[in-house]
């Protein structure tokens, strides 16, 4: 395992996680959204910011063919975001609402760790041309 490219995106994913969290909280406490309901544009928001941290910042893929990587990448955050709302969902019914930020934290690392972080290796993969 490639520990600083974990790092890495680790870091992009904390960004990825600050830009899903402020939507989130603007979405709920200053636009009055019902948190179930903010929930998928929070995410949309924290998506945006992870694919161009792992395209450029992670994976140094840039060399790769966008149009396949935006289309791979969509297709695997598909899958997260049904994982996402899912478990969110259950840990909202399960919680206080009080606990929304606490619960996406809890939901969504667990969705990347078992799933977009692997997957993601697939999406950015780059064959490196011979100098």
């Keep these: 395992m490639d ?3 974990l790092a890495r ?16 909280a603007f979405l709920v406490s200053v636009a ?8 998928l544009p929070a995410l949309v928001a924290g998506g945006a910011v992870q694919f161009f941290g792992n395209r450029r910042y992670v994976f ?7 149009p396949r990587q935006v289309i791979l990448f969509l297709l695997v955050e598909a899958i ?5 709302g899912l ?12 606990l929304y930020l606490a619960a ?8 990347y760790v078992a799933w977009s972080y692997p997957m993601w290796h697939f999406v950015f993969g780059v064959e490196r041309k011979p100098r």
Excluded: C, I, Q
């Design 3 to 5: 520990l600083w490219k």
């Design 9 to 24: 995106s680790l870091l992009a994913g904390a960004a990825a996680t600050v830009a899903d969290l402020a939507a989130l």
């Design 32 to 39: 009055g959204v019902d948190p179930r309901v903010a929930s």
């Design 60 to 66: 140094r893929a840039e060399d790769g063919s966008l």
């Design 80 to 84: 997260a975001l049904g994982l996402n």
């Design 87 to 98: 478990f969110y969902d259950g840990a909202m019914r399960a919680v206080s609402p009080h």
């Design 104 to 111: 996406r934290l809890v939901t969504s690392n667990l969705v």
